[in-house]
């Protein structure tokens, strides 16, 4: 198979995390008799101090032209004192809106050899756990209208706006329903609708959906007590689908609960299996540059990638395999380093991912 | 002391948890010779079906002439058909509104005798728990412009606004200040600064007024990561403040950090002292009418009306410290029920309290 395959590093570890993850790539090219075109580009702060820009045009249209896009990390504190449209995060924002990536895929699962490292009660996990939260991603309050105005007294006002059509909200939840029909057939909508005009076209626009979904159940809870039934009992969900921000939310939060950060991978997809995949983890510039970094949910997003935009589920699984091995042999990065696990470089570990 | 006191015992198990609330305040009002002049009335889904609206007039009324308004609880199935204004949950949103109570407070703490109920690890919460979320509760997105409509094609939009005024921001952030100073001087705000204008606005409103408490130690934090960190570690934080949305979620998250959301009050004051006090819970209607409801969180919620709005901190004390005890001497009601633990009725419970 022949693909083309955008490769941002970012900033922070971004670079560091790629690097091993472009190793494991060459591996699964060679085995499997793959071509895998890579073009490198900027985008984020290290795109700001080198073009002035965090999403150079030449970027994007790499990105346009590629099959998929592997993303490191953007952002830092460096460039934290930039406004709106200049900070780093705004080339995500771009990427996402300009190429369509409308479908965020955020999977958050505690690895078994990662269990103590989950903040919650073992007796709350005693079955694992292994959630996927489908999140809107171009749509919503981030790319509404938005504006700041002074008022004749000279006080500032400011408003931003949470906007949907039926359409946008159609086909992400789609996509929740088929993700949920491949699993355990259970989909939560999270919405306020009984607050927000919004959330109550989100929720009859599901509940339209759902009659083409007869063997899914169907279920809906208000944000704020999503929020705490993900802390009560994170198993009663297993597909979680909802808007842009309240996605952003409850995505870094069912993450949390697994403790593993530093492990999970993400997707952000068109309509087409083209995507962009990401660990959701941030750039940690306080370890930058200091061969400290976890790569395993670049790696991870790798795999994502293969199985995703490519079709290629046995490369992926071979992916998740060998980072499920390495941990359960108790190989560790600082980041999740307990007492009698091996400690490994970020190099180290890119090794003991491709030499298992 | 003479005070008046709107009293609205609402749905589901709210009028069981507020007779028990009413005999402690009878048994305080004796002990420390005040006066406190009750007037019950409806709202909600009781004021739905007895008058045809969730909030009638009258109530209004009686709630803007009262010193304080102690709530039980609004809401049940029974009226989830009901759409936006008609809704029970519209009679907290309106008497926010119109009697101004733009200030939310939701302590989040964890009464030591129900460590064990924490959804976290023990060794994250060795130090206890005790936090303050001050959200802001009559702006934002809450109460912003909100709309559906059908365009040519016949499908439909909808959008809700997020807006602020720098002065709506200041009033709110101010509260969260002094009650941080009377803490540990740190407060923690919360917003998407990188992302929304509203966002902005409130965090460059939050940087000036910090200029007047020079001794406070302000941070900043985006919502998505307060939703790990809270889980994360909730110690590193004592005061959070935020907007409307934003605090919805985040003070129940930090409710359910705690185990104990049947035991947590809220206050929901104005400017000068007045305001509304209920329990974080629900209406339960489940088990409405059992003798099973939990009154604690009620209770306490008169406890914080007194120290809040009375300036009566004594019987204030009185009150924790009896309910307090109750719990450190093993009696729970069925919703925080474990072994080796007595097993109380809402009745029994009032009366425990009393007796304390
Ligand atoms: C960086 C930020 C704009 C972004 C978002 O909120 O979408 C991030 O938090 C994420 O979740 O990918
Ligand atoms: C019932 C609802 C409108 C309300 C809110 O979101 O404000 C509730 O969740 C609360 O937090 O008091």
Redesign the interface.
């Known amino acids: 198979m022949k693909k083309k395959i955008a490769v941002i590093p970012g900033d922070g570890i971004g670079p560091e995390v790629m690097k091993q993850t472009l190793r494991i790539l060459c591996f699964i090219e060679e085995k499997f008799h793959h071509e895998f075109e890579m073009e490198e580009c900027f985008a984020g702060g290290v795109a700001i101090d080198k073009e002035g820009t965090p999403l150079p045009d030449h970027t994007l249209k790499t990105c346009e032209n590629a099959d998929a896009i592997l993303l490191g990390a953007v952002g830092g504190p460096k460039w934290d004192h930039l406004?709106?449209t200049d900070?780093p995060?705004r080339a995500l924002?771009t990427i996402r809106k300009e190429l369509g990536f409308f479908a965020n895929l955020r999977p958050a699962m505690l690895f078994p050899a990662m269990k103590d490292a989950?903040?919650?009660?073992?007796s709350?996990i005693e079955k694992g756990l292994d959630l996927m939260v489908v999140r809107e991603l171009t749509g919503g309050?981030?790319f509404?209208e938005?504006?700041?105005f002074t008022?004749k007294a000279g006080?500032?006002?400011?408003?931003?706006?949470?906007?949907?059509?039926?359409?946008e909200i159609r086909r992400i939840v789609r996509i929740a329903f088929e993700i949920a029909s491949k699993r355990k057939r259970k989909l939560l909508s999270v919405d306020?609708a009984?607050?927000?005009?919004?959330?109550?076209?989100w929720r009859?626009?599901i509940i339209q959906e759902a009659k083409n979904y007869p063997d899914i159940c169907l279920e809906h809870m208000y944000?704020?007590?999503a929020?705490?039934?993900l802390?009560?009992d994170p198993n009663q969900f297993d597909v979680i689908v909802t808007g842009n921000?309240f996605g952003?939310?409850?995505s870094?939060?069912a993450?949390?609960?697994t403790g593993s950060?530093g492990l999970l991978p993400s997707a952000s997809l068109d309509a087409d299996q083209k995507g962009m995949y990401e660990p959701i983890h941030g750039s940690a510039p306080d370890i930058a540059g200091q061969n400290k970094a976890n790569p395993l949910a670049m790696i991870l997003s790798a795999a994502m990638m293969f199985k995703n935009s490519f079709d290629l589920t046995r490369e992926a699984d071979m992916i998740e395999s060998a980072v499920e091995k390495v941990l359960d042999e108790g190989y560790r990065t600082a980041d999740i380093y307990s007492e009698n696990t091996v400690m490994l470089t970020t190099e180290e570990m890119g090794q003991q991912v491709l030499d298992t």
Chains 1, 2 share one sequence.
């Not at 989950?118 to 073992?122: D, G, Q, R």
């Not at 006080?155 to 359409?167: L, N, P, R, V």
């Not at 009984?194 to 076209?201: G, T």
Request: charged share 35%; aromatic share 6%.
């Open positions: 406004e709106g900070r995060e924002l989950c903040p919650l009660k073992p709350l309050i981030y509404g938005q504006k700041t008022d006080k500032k006002s400011a408003y931003d706006t949470m906007f949907y059509h039926e359409d306020k009984n607050v927000l005009e919004s959330s109550r076209l009859k626009t944000i704020d007590n929020a705490m039934q802390i009560r921000m952003d939310i409850l870094d939060e993450s949390m609960i950060i």
